[in-house]
């Protein structure tokens, strides 16, 4: 089996780039030294791109990232032009995130739209972070800041002049986890095959939806290996394509769920630190009372989440033809969620099966 899949930019031919590039930034001429896909980016494409600008405001040497589509993208993500609107809402909040340059909705100029950011150094692999022998020095200051970071998303909040750019995202009708629960359910109706255990851990978030809190904006992918770390600091947090209105717990469960500890699970905060430090840290920066135990019911939906997604992931490759080992892979992750999700239920519940 391969491990690679067609790819929307081509190294060989920049030049439509370089123009475009170059006409949107008004500088004289742009010249692309190497162009490199980075690691990662099942949904979305990721390319490093080392530049010279010659005049205007960039002038000098520059290295971006440029983002665009994978072959296929999950329906539920953002194209480019959304998600470069909701990055430069955050970063006029001051979330820290590398700075959004320009969008392009123009497919012709490499075969899809695109957007450009800056580059930051860091890492961002997750089994990495989780694993790294320093961890014990900084997973407790980089969950803290994470969780500091994420009160300032949250405070984005429909109807205030801060989120003018936002007015494309729908706000739901439903209290926001049933409008989660109704959003799954529409991912998995063109799902290849059922999942009755999906269905029933469904069923039960639409019975035991809690009481909605304030609607605010909502990363949808707040998770270890979707920011980076430098020299053990938080640099960027990245991948904001899930971006949506919502339930603030929504960011939290998903950042605290099993799925996204990678193996470290003794570190309940996305594998580099206790749950209570992730937790305390966002109460203290945001206007909002978290308890831990408001969580379960959003760990719960995020082991759906995840199932969901992955059985998407898995038909790009069982349905779709996309040949990519990063597809099978994923494909095999929602019997390991479904059960999480179940023993959650069951752990909630406190009626322990038989």
Known sequence: MSTSRSRTLDPANLDPLVTYLARALGAERIRVLSAELLSGGAVQENWSLDVEVVGGQR??????????????????????????????????AGVRIAEPILECADAAVIGAPFMLQAFLPGTAQARRLVRAPDLAAWGGDVAADLARQ????????????SAERLSFLPQPLLPPARAEVARLRGMLDGAGEA??????????????????????LVHGDYRTGNYMVADGQLSAILDWEFAHWGDPLEDIGWFCARCWRFGNDAMEAGGIARRDVFVDAYARASDLSVRPSDIGYWEVMAAV??????????????????????????????????LDALLLIEQLEGTPSQ
């Not at 019975?207 to 304030?214: D, K, S, T, Y």
């Open 59 to 92: 002038t000098g040497p520059a290295r971006w990232v440029l983002r665009t589509d994978a072959a296929a993208r999950l329906p539920v993500s953002l194209d480019r032009t959304g998600e470069f609107a909701v990055l430069q809402t955050a970063n006029a």
């Open 150 to 161: 994420l009160a300032k998303i949250h405070a984005i909040r429909p109807g205030l002049n």
């Open 195 to 216: 999942r009755p255990a999906l269905e029933y851990a469904l069923s039960w978030l639409d019975q035991n939806a809690p009481a909605p809190n304030l609607l605010c």
């Open 305 to 338: 989440k995840w199932a969901a997604i992955a059985v998407l992931q898995g038909d790009r490759y069982r349905k779709g033809g996309e040949d990519a080992i990063e597809l099978v892979l994923t494909g095999l992750m929602p019997s390991e969620m479904e």
